[in-house]
Nanobody, 126 residues
Framework: VQLVESGGGLVQAGGSLRLSCAASGGIHNMYVMAWFRQLPEKEREFVASIRWSGGNTKTADAVKGRFAISRDTAEKSVYLQMDSLKPEDTGTYYC????????????????????WGQGTQVTVSS
């Protein structure tokens, strides 16, 4: 699966951005899509994930209530709506995909994801 992110940019604290991830190459119901981010001088971290089939979601505690993941199966796209952005949200955001069953779809470790986009930069000014 090929993934292409877009929608990053510069925004003031308190503002919003919507990231998009376009998938191609045969995505289907067994896939889980996710957003990760790498903040400056920190390890890559899980942000949110969504099952392609059913739309179940999981969101990291650090962004819960501010970020929301969604998907459009017809457009083969996944989105990350980011509201109430903070300067500490500044970083590179990556879209990722993996095949998963019902029992393990919610894993958050990046090492289980097999396909990655190139990333999109999000900068939140104070």
């Amino acid at each position: 699966v090929q993934l292409v992110e877009s929608g990053g940019g510069l925004v003031q604290a308190g503002g919003s951005l919507r990231l998009s991830c376009a998938a191609s190459g045969g995505i289907h119901n067994m896939y889980v899509m996710a957003w990760f981010r790498q903040l400056p001088e920190k390890e890559r971290e899980f942000v949110a994930s969504i099952r392609w089939s059913g739309g179940n979601t999981k969101t990291a505690d650090a962004v819960k209530g501010r970020f929301a993941i969604s998907r459009d199966t017809a457009e083969k796209s996944v989105y990350l709506q980011m509201d109430s952005l903070k300067p500490e949200d500044t970083g590179t955001y990556y879209c990722a995909a993996r095949l998963a069953g019902l029992s393990d779809w919610a894993v958050t470790a990046g090492k289980y994801y097999t396909d990655w986009g190139q990333g999109t930069q999000v900068t939140v000014s104070s």
